[in-house]
């Protein structure tokens, strides 16, 4: 069997899931569980058979249109899917984390009654992201993409009766929509101007000259606002953060390979198109650079534990897109990879952080302290988490943060190169802010904290291995994920190859930069602690509230555009059903005129000819007579 032939299969599985949960889900209960985790165990398999086919051999990419969906004026739209060297990648990552994710959640929803509906989310979730990744033409990605979107309001407002739960969930489905407008006019260009959804066909247009520079740029600018909305990039990050009030599994899979992976994945699998137009590239590279240090101030004094992450999660999508912004195959490679090693540390991140609420029964940090005796594992693969994120070497993410520092300098943007060391700093000293706060010091909890079950344990442990090892696949010396991800890509060997490795330097202050955001937030935390407190200094309050972007939005969009919805309901209901509401009345009272005559009575019949006769006359007689 050809598995590459049956890469089809993957997303298919976690959809059974879904319908048996569906339709036995109730009956199931608990059990429930274990037709997740079995559907995506056998999609991670697959994955790897897949990923392992790929890096092996040096084929051409795979691709099977199955069939042809709609024949309009001649042009065919076919669906199928598409197997290359980076959804190969996104494959396994995808599926890896998703079954970690059904693992562990069957330990920390253990007991809710509405666990058989949480794994249908899960199921569907998952079956929705591979499509995305499999998707041979932009259309297909558009219609699995926003099912990727119904999928995260369901699962964001999965504790329906909290008001917070049901404001995130319709928060993250309209912020969103507005990058998916961007989106959808971007697909609808790219069918007019090329006359095709595949990917194939839009890069060969754009190679052979077939289409304008403008054209060009118009389109990247377009494709980037979607990425921008489901990546959570600058000024649509808003929603990204309120997405806490879901289960804390839930964040895990919406902030580390799924949902917030697919805009990247987007630019990325769109990249011929940054590479032809250096406009669209330097706003890739600037958003996502700005989006760096600007969430990572944020992340500096938050006191939710998952809200800090959550900027966390904004600021390293920041960075992927800072490094797509280089248009060349160092920033592309290390965008990819910085998305491979942050999907392992930031799922640790955020299953350990769900660990740490399940064990302490609160998510405020300052309520904490003292958890490194109580929750060993838990603290030892935070730590993990933290030093991966935070860039320290050998762990995961010191390879691919210093990749996308290398690639971000070579490509002569100073100012951002500036921002991305700056963001490292930030980043350093706010998780290692968390995790002195919540691990060291005097405990603050109430009540007895205690380690979680095997069940929530192991998945972290495997993801804290992950976190380690994963670098290593790509080093300077070596850059084995390098080579691979740019074989046969054609325009990235035209931009310059796959180039790797950069001046020493840059690894040596970036490796600064994290130690010294250590040892200060050791100093502030640790060796003499302070007491954050939101009455601080003007700067503090300000990276506090988040720079008040929500009260500006609210200002500047909602308030307006629910005054606009108010007069216009006003005016439905006065004016519009005013109308129609006063010809309905006059037609009743006409007819109950009619039916109060009509009844049966001769001495009415009779006073009604009479009355009909007497005006007639009168008329006549007005009129002049009948002969005039």
Not at 149 to 168: D, I, M, N, Q, T
Request: charged content about 10%; aromatic content about 14%; hydrophobic content about 55%.
């Amino acid at each position: 069997m050809d598995i590459l032939a049956n890469a089809w299969l993957i997303p298919l599985f976690p959809l059974i899931a879904f319908v048996l949960l569906v339709s036995f889900g109730r009956q199931l209960k608990e059990a429930s569980s274990y037709i997740g985790i079995l559907a995506t165990a056998v999609s991670f398999v697959m994955a790897l058979l897949v990923f392992a086919r790929r890096f092996a051999g040096g084929a051409e990419d795979y691709s099977n249109l199955n069939f042809n969906w709609l024949t309009y004026a001649g042009h065919k739209i076919a669906m199928g899917f598409e197997v290359t060297q980076l959804n190969a990648m996104m494959l396994v990552i995808v599926t890896l984390v998703s079954l970690l994710v059904n693992i562990y959640s069957k330990g920390y929803m253990h007991g809710d009654e509405r666990l058989p509906v949480f794994y249908q989310y899960l199921a569907l979730f998952t079956f929705s992201m591979l499509g995305v990744v499999l998707s041979p033409n932009i259309l297909q990605l558009y219609i699995f993409w926003e099912l990727v979107g119904v999928c995260s309001f369901l699962l964001v407002g999965f504790y329906f009766s909290k008001p917070e739960a049901r404001a995130a969930a319709k928060k993250a489905f309209i912020v969103t929509r507005i990058g998916d407008v961007g989106l959808f006019i971007g697909i609808a260009l790219i069918y007019w101007w090329v006359g095709s959804f595949a990917y194939a066909d839009i890069f060969h247009a754009i190679h052979a000259g077939s289409l304008e520079s403008w054209k060009i740029t118009l389109i990247g600018i377009l494709v980037f606002v979607g990425a921008v909305g489901k990546s959570g990039q600058f000024p649509l990050h808003t929603w990204l953060p309120d997405a806490m009030e879901g289960p804390t599994p839930v964040s895990a899979l919406i902030h580390a390979a799924t949902m917030v992976a697919a805009g990247v994945y987007l630019v990325a699998r769109m990249y011929d198109v940054y590479l032809a137009s250096h406009v669209a590239a330097d706003v890739v590279a600037y958003i996502g650079g700005f989006t760096a240090i600007f969430a990572a101030s944020i992340g500096l004094t938050q006191r939710d534990i998952k809200r800090v992450l959550a900027y966390s999660t904004v600021s390293q999508l920041g960075y992927m897109m800072l490094a797509l912004g280089a248009a060349s195959a160092a920033g592309y490679v290390a965008g990819t990879f910085h998305l491979m090693t942050h999907a392992f540390f930031k799922a640790l991140l955020f299953l350990a952080a769900g660990s740490v609420i399940h064990g302490v029964g609160t998510q405020d940090i300052f309520e904490m302290g003292g958890l490194w005796n109580k929750m060993r594992t838990t603290g030892i693969v935070f730590l993990i988490g933290c030093l991966a994120i935070s860039g320290i070497f050998p762990f995961a993410g010191f390879w691919s943060k210093e990749e996308i520092l290398t690639a971000t300098y070579a490509s002569g943007r100073l100012d951002l190169f500036a921002a991305g060391v700056i963001a490292a700093f930030f980043t350093a000293f706010y998780m290692f802010r968390l995790f002195f706060l919540t691990f060291t010091g005097k405990s603050r909890t109430q009540g007895h904290a205690h380690e979680s079950p095997a069940v929530m344990t192991v998945p972290m442990i495997v993801l804290a291995v992950l976190a380690v090892i994963a670098g290593f696949i790509n080093t300077p010396w070596k850059p084995v994920l390098g080579e691979w991800l740019t074989y046969n890509f054609t325009a990235l060997h035209q931009a310059g190859g796959a180039e790797s490795g950069g001046p020493l330097w840059i690894t040596v202050l970036a490796l600064l930069v994290s130690l010294l955001g250590i040892f200060l937030a050791w100093s502030m935390y640790v060796k003499r602690p302070i007491s954050d407190s939101t009455e601080g200094g003007f700067f503090y309050r300000l990276s506090y509230r988040k720079y008040y972007i929500d009260e500006i939005y609210d200002v500047v969009f909602v308030r307006p555009l629910r005054a606009i919805g108010h007069a216009l309901n006003a005016f439905d209901v006065y004016i519009i059903d005013g109308i129609v509401r006063l010809v309905a009345a006059i037609t009743r009272g006409i007819g109950g005129t009619g039916a109060r005559v009509q009844n049966g009575q001769v001495q009415t019949y009779g006073a009604v000819a009479l009355i009909g006769l007497v005006l007639l006359i009168a008329g006549l007689t007005l009129a002049g007579g009948y002969f005039g």
